[in-house]
């Protein structure tokens, strides 16, 4: 597999805040358990703490990728060459975008915690997919990134 010109890779990670309600979730589950006694108050701290844990972290553990001539987003692995335009959206873009203003038929790869996207059309006539919507913290970069593994993979 041959790297794209301009290789990009992004974590949408969960904010901080969400390891902190985590925690609280761990709490709470002790709290529950607390007339059983000491030990399931125990047992409840870390398994309620850790459950919350490896929820938080398994959906902050999606990637975007430009790599190899293709733009990988989560599950949806696009080639560049059936890309188009690549819009940068401004959090009321956003907003509007993943909310009124989205179509069904869309691959929408979004974090309510990232307030900016980009919205990239696909020109593949074969695909019913209108275009990608996704969450991005650098969409400046992203953006930049499908344009030179576009060109690249026209050259």
Known sequence: MQLS???????????RSWWLISFLAGVSLALILLP??????LGGLV???????VAASSY????IRVVGGSLIAGEAKVPVTALG?????????ARAWRTHKADTRAFMLLRAYIPTAV??????????TPYLYLSTR?????????RTA?????A
């Open 36 to 41: 059983f006694g000491t030990l399931p108050l």
């Open 47 to 53: 398994g309620g703490t850790a459950t919350a844990a």
């Open 60 to 63: 902050g553990s999606v990637r």
């Open 150 to 154: 576009r060109e690249a993979a026209a």
């Open 85 to 93: 335009e690549v819009e940068i959206l401004s959090p009321e873009q």
């Open 138 to 146: 650098e969409p400046q970069r992203l953006a930049e990134a499908i």
């Open 119 to 128: 919205r990239v059309e696909i020109n593949d006539p074969a695909d019913p």
């Open 5 to 15: 010109a301009a290789p990009y890779e992004e974590r949408l990670t969960a904010p």
